[in-house]
């Protein structure tokens, strides 16, 4: 099965499809991770992305599409993908459609996460990982038990990311409402979308999406 996770910015698409992988055994596939990935290495690729992500902007679709269409072609997403961040404009979704059909897959299932956007900069400022094994915390949703070590490895450092905080967040949620939230009706059309409401708890969302993806 391939779907992709729609929704703004601290939808929370990524703990989502943390879920699917763990459930389902589907691949994730950020693009955020791979950009994050290649800032960290310092390529040219990752001083370009820096810029971009540090302003709330988006990348060239062409490069992202270019992005996916390799990382699908490793023999791990065989078994099905979860697109997390990816498609993000019309161009990229047609690119995706196009990309699909020349590898003989399909799309199944497109989940939008509907979210009250104010709740969304507190959600987005506030959270942080675990900078050992990536586990996700928040300042007030989400503290671990005991103050500064990580429930799940006993880790003491954690890891923000640079493009959290409000300003840029604000840009980010203006860059999906004019350029992501379109994608909504090319889905629609098609048949394959489905709505689930990301204000719920994690464990009601993740059951939500499993009753769509059970639909699909
Ligand atoms: P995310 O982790 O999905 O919130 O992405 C972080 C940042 O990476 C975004 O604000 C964009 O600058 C960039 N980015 C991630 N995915 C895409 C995409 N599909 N198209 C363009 N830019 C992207």
Redesign the pocket.
């Known amino acids: 099965m391939n779907i992709i996770l729609l929704g703004p910015?601290g939808a929370g698409k990524g703990t989502q499809a943390q879920r699917i992988v763990r459930k389902q055994g589907l691949i994730q596939l950020?693009?955020?991770?791979m950009?994050r990935a290649a800032v960290a290495s310092g390529s040219d690729l990752g001083k370009e992305a820096k810029k971009?992500?540090d302003a709330?902007?988006?990348?060239p679709d062409a490069l992202?599409i270019r992005m996916i269409s390799e990382r699908i072609d490793q023999p791990d997403c065989r078994g099905g993908f979860i697109l997390d961040?990816?498609?993000?404009t019309i161009p990229?979704a047609e690119g995706l459609d196009r990309m699909l059909a020349e590898k003989g897959l399909r799309l199944d299932s497109v989940i939008e996460m509907k979210v009250d956007e104010e709740a969304l900069v507190q959600r987005i400022t506030g959270r942080y990982t675990c900078a050992k094994c990536g586990a996700g915390y928040h300042d007030s949703f989400q503290r671990p038990q005991s103050d500064g070590v990580c429930d799940h490895c006993g880790g003491s450092g954690i890891t923000r990311r640079a493009?959290d905080n409000e300003e840029t967040v604000r840009t980010?949620l203006e860059a999906y409402r004019a350029q992501t939230e379109p994608i909504l009706p090319y889905y629609g059309e098609k048949g394959i979308l489905r709505s689930v409401d990301g204000m719920a708890s994690i464990d009601e969302v993740a059951d939500q999406i499993e009753t769509a993806l059970a639909a699909a």
Do not use: A, C, E, I
């Open positions: 910015p950020s693009t955020g991770d950009l971009v992500m709330g902007q988006l990348m992202m961040g990816f498609p993000r990229q493009d980010r």
